[in-house]
């Protein structure tokens, strides 16, 4: 490979194709910072269908934890992403299913997503649910999670989306918070060939959720499941006869459209909140801008609906802006390791957008697999999730996008609703491994601990100084938590749990969370909650959890266990205890190393010093830092001698 640049200027071929050159760029980030409300609401307008216009544009206060966008604005969510493009798309293609199976595809057309949705939203009215009411949806990677997300949004319901990975108590810890009476699933679902058993995780999670009184079925694999004729309800029969109309409900812009969990630091995740509005406006807008798209492109992005990515990136960004976006219901492995190259090239996809863990790795199993196919179609790509090392920025660049093709690191996370920091493709020079500039109305701020902000080139705290329209509005059910997680640090400050840095070109490199919150795979999940599993084990007394540096997965999970006095150490018992923890949260949650820790180091009023256990597990020996204030120095003795070595 050829020597890696520390900058790439902006190309021809981008600058050519851009919505947003670098002057564009300058002009409309000024007025944006200058004038938020004039520029949104010209945004709003040009992006959004109302039936109603707003009150205000906007009216935030971060001391009193509010945050509201386009209050008194009416509109419709699906309304916008399907409806309004049916006069001159209706027989353009909506959505692109790709299954696990090659071969087994599908290709659903704007007014086909219509019809779906209506007859979806209507099986939901029929079922008693109204705007307002939460319904769960723990689907496969199939059309039909977005036809019921729609469908909600269509008839005012709040959607949680619990991502397909998540065992029966994540499921079960969800409905119950967010108090929702419906449940969307499946039979089963398929990756990689393998078959997950949807329904019955979630007959296993409603056990001890009494209230919901409805579960609507999709037939994926047409396998034997339990049936309770009082509760379940099969998905395609019941919608059969259903009209293919329904009356979009007309929402307030602060109403709520979805609430989405997430892992903060403690054990407990947290149901982020979007409004209808500002979410809406905010990824349409993003989605155009960052990803140039242009009309009649086929976009890919490979996240999961259960993510927030699968929200803002494969439904409601692309269909608001009348694109043709592709969900894949496989794995980048299945049936061999050039899949994705290989529906890159089958359906001539134009921008691509996935996590560099998946880029490292497939990049470890060679180049031929992604040369075998033609990309000649892909003209941009993108990476979220994480931060991208050189090597797999370069192999991304050279390998995969023949040095054609900008690549966009999009910094954003669940609390955001959409993109806060990228290069835009026509406008910023990428430089590999920073995540650009900010993006309009976005005012990124670096802090030192102490709370003062830094200037110029400076490291420290990521934090955003003002609103913009897609953030987080509350937590559900719990506003308190809103202040006391994101807005009660820096008071006036968006706190993102984030360390940066910005260089002397005004570029931000992300340096990971500062908080206890591991990525994995570029699945956000947080220490507490697998210390949480792993202690309601019988043989558990305590445990404590960090992340260290994987060539693949970024993070791995490194989990110390004292032991109960009565049981013992053994490989059995470590075995258990990983797959207790795939059984409580998902299999994607499974310690990778397990070691007995007779005792933890605390401080003498019984905190864990993390800090000492990251260092063993990192294999620093030699950064362990101050131990003397511990309650028992020798205790990291004794985990430094037994440690696992990598
Ligand atoms: C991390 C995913 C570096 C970050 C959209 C953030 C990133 C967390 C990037 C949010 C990136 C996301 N570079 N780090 N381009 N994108 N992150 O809520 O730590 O699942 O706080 O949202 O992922 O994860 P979440």
Known sequence: MKELQSRYPVSQRAKANTHVDAGAYEAMYRQSIEQPDVFWAQQAEKFIDWYQPWEQVSSVNFKESQVSWFAGGKLNVSYNCIDRHLANKANDIAVIFEGDEPGDDDKVTYQQLHDHVCRFANLLKQRGVKKGDRVCIYMPMIPE?????????????????????????????????????????????????????????????????????????????????HWNPELDVKYAESVANLPAVCEPEQMDAEDPLFVL??????????????????????????????????????????????????????????????????????????????????VCEKHKVNIFYTAPTALRALMGLG???????????????????????????????????????????????????????????????????????????????????????LEGEAEGLLMMKGSWPGQMRTVYGDHQRFYDTYLSQYPGNYFTGDGAKRDADGFYWITGRVDDVLNVSGHRLGTAEIESALVLHPAVAEAAVVGYPHDIKGQGIYAYVTLMGSASESDTLQGELTEFVAKELGRFAKPDYIQWAPGLPKTRSGKIMRRILRKIAENEMESLGDTSTLADPSVVDHLVTNRIVK
């Not at 089963?188 to 609507?216: F, M, Q, T, W, Y």
């Not at 390998?399 to 690191?409: L, R």
């Not at 430089?431 to 109305?441: C, H, N, R, Y």
Request: some cysteine; glycine content about 12%; charged content about 20%.
């Open 145 to 225: 999670v977005g036809y019921a997300m729609l469908a909600c949004a269509r008839i005012g319901a709040v959607h949680s989306v619990v991502f397909g990975g998540f065992s029966t108590e994540s499921i079960k810890a969800r409905v119950l918070d967010a108090d929702c009476r419906v449940v969307i699933t499946a039979d089963e679902s398929v990756r990689g060939g393998k078959r997950i058993p949807l329904k019955a995780n979630v007959d296993e999670a409603l056990k001890d959720c009494p209230d919901v009184h409805s579960v609507i079925v999709v037939e994926r694999t047409g396998a034997d499941v």
């Open 261 to 342: 969990y997430t892992s903060g630091s403690t054990g407990k995740p947290k149901g982020v909140l979007h409004t209808c509005g500002g979410y809406l406006l905010y990824a349409a807008m993003t989605h155009k801008y960052v990803f140039d798209y242009q009309e009649g492109e086929i976009y890919w992005c490979t996240a999961d609906a259960g993510w927030v990515t699968g929200h803002s990136y494969i439904f409601y960004g692309p269909l608001a802006n009348g694109a043709t976006t592709l969900v894949f219901e496989g794995v980048p492995t299945y049936p061999d390791a050039g899949r994705f190259w290989q």
């Open 367 to 453: 180049d031929e697999l992604v040369e075998q196919a033609d990309l000649s179609s892909i003209r941009l790509l993108g990476t979220v999730g994480e931060p991208i090392n050189p090597e797999a920025w370069h192999w991304y660049y050279e390998i995969v996008g023949k040095e054609n093709c900008p690549i966009v690191d999009t910094w954003w996370q669940t609390e955001t609703g959409g993109i806060l920091l990228t290069s835009l493709p026509g406008a910023v020079d990428m430089k590999p491994g920073a995540t650009g500039k900010p993006f309009f109305g976005v005012e990124p701020a670096i802090f030192d601990k102490e709370g003062n902000e």
